[in-house]
């Protein structure tokens, strides 16, 4: 049936073909392939226009001339007015598909307005910001820039251009820029906070925050790179100014220590050689009138013993505050021996058991390091007593390499149950007197397991090792 219609349409084609020759327009042939549903004229889709409805219209009204000629032709006039009927049919379902082209056409150009906005927008965006943005390929040949970058850069966009990103890296720092670039595309991972120093035109180099991000076509080929370039002058000086800072606070610090501890030193010796002379010494003298009294004067005689014991325990408690205040066993005996002596007094005081463990008989360090580690670990017992009441502390002094480690662990209260951070003028002040010989502290703290305490020095000075090491 439809080689049939198709050959009358053909006959009827042939035989009307110069009436729409004479018409002023090409005919429009029905492909047997398309079912008699699709159009060949040799044209694009275009023909959805305007134009294409008026040649449908003029193909209407040459139908109705054509099909008044086929009832006055001699021809057989059922097969061409069956051809003309399906004609008809034709058109009026073309006419219907030209108006669901006219609808998806304007949804279309709805969208394309839309994207047209959008893009203007980001056009917008682009141009009008305060960083620098890029577009490159995947090789970091660059394909677009804003003017932020051309002007960083002190290159003309237009220049910008097909040039590459690696020839305005900083020459020094070039090798292991496009080692970084090659391992990014490689590993798919877009870069964030990406350091480098970039060389503009003209002027000196610049230091710079990249962010790399990567797009990727339909099917996960790389298609481009997305740099956001942003200038850290301001804030490498601010750093540098910070570290300057803290360098100064740092010197500070071991300064008011130093003070502190030669005040301390001062006293102590005050307290030992005048204070504890002059106890000791009035002890003497009520032992010398009580041996010069009779013996019958009982209560004077108990009231002079009871007074010689109140002398000798202050006696005592004199020269444990001198020993506290200044350590003479650390100074004679060294800081293994201080440290486990320091173990001892720290049970007697507060009746929490403690240990001292180490492997050290006589670790060389100078005075000042062999002090502050000492005083470090007093803090430590101290916050001890005070924040996490224990029932066991244990303390070990080893040696790893250059570095003396001491650490410090108490199974009492964590330091987030007890409200308190790790930021407490004491640990401050822990951590400042650790920076000061060139070492770190960290400070691990669980509920229900207890807080361990690390202070790592390095055996010399921090003058021969590089440097002060950051705190942990």
Not at 396 to 419: C, F, M, P, T, W
Not at 433 to 460: D, K
Request: glycine fraction near 6%.
């Amino acid at each position: 049936m439809e080689k049939r219609r198709f050959a009358g349409l053909n006959v009827v084609e042939q035989q009307v073909s110069p009436y729409f020759a004479d018409a002023g327009f090409d005919i429009v042939t029905f492909a047997a392939s398309a079912g008699g549903r699709g159009v060949d004229d040799g044209r694009d889709e275009g023909m959805i226009t305007d134009p294409f409805d008026r040649q449908i219209e003029i193909a209407r009204e040459r139908l109705q001339q054509l099909e008044r000629r086929a009832h006055e032709s001699a021809e057989p006039r059922t097969l061409a007015l069956e051809t003309l009927a399906e004609l008809s049919t034709a058109l009026e379902e073309l006419n219907v598909l030209t108006e669901e082209l006219r609808e998806q056409n304007e949804e279309l150009l709805a969208t394309q307005q839309a994207l047209e906005t959008e893009h203007r927008r980001y056009l917008d965006l682009f141009e009008s910001a305060p960083d620098s943005y890029l577009v490159t390929d995947p090789d970091g040949r660059i394909r677009e820039a804003n003017a932020e970058a051309a002007r960083l850069l002190q290159v003309g966009r237009d220049a910008l251009v097909d040039r590459s990103v690696v020839a305005f890296v900083a020459e020094a720092e070039r090798s292991v820029f496009e080692q970084d670039l090659t391992r990014i595309r490689a590993g798919g991972t877009p870069a964030t906070d990406w350091q480098v120093l970039l060389q503009p035109s003209t002027g000196a180099p610049v230091p710079v925050s990249l962010a790399v991000g990567l797009i990727r076509d339909e099917s996960g080929r790389l298609q481009s790179l997305r740099w956001l370039v942003r200038d850290i002058t301001r804030r490498r000086q601010m750093e540098t100014q910070l570290r300057a800072s803290q360098q100064e606070l740092r010197a500070l610090t071991s300064h008011l220590e130093s003070i502190r501890k030669d005040e301390r030193t001062r006293v102590a010796w005050e307290i030992h050689d005048e204070l504890g002379q002059t106890l000791a010494a009035l002890n003497f003298d009520l032992r010398w009138l009580a041996g010069r009294l009779p013996a019958e004067q009982t209560a004077l005689l108990a009231k002079i013993d009871e007074m010689s014991k109140l002398l000798q325990g202050t006696i005592s408690a004199a020269r444990r505050i001198s020993t506290e205040m200044h350590n003479m066993v650390l100074y004679d005996l060294g800081l293994p021996t201080a440290l486990e002596w320091q173990t001892g007094e720290f049970t007697v005081r507060t009746g929490i058991n403690c240990r001292f463990t180490t492997s050290l008989q006589m670790p060389k360090l100078d005075d000042k390091r062999s002090t502050a580690l000492f005083g470090i670990c007093e803090v430590i017992l101290g916050d001890v007593t005070t924040r996490s009441r224990p029932t066991m502390v244990t303390i070990s002094l080893e040696q790893r390499d250059a570095r003396l480690i001491l650490v410090v662990a108490d199974n009492g209260k964590a330091i987030e149950q007890d409200g308190r951070t790790a930021d407490s003028l004491e640990r401050v002040r822990l951590r400042e007197q650790a920076l000061a010989l060139g070492g770190t502290v960290s400070i691990v703290s669980r509920a229900g397991v207890g807080t361990t305490v690390t202070v790592e020095i390095p055996l010399t000075p921090p003058a021969v090792q590089g440097g002060d090491t950051p705190a942990a």
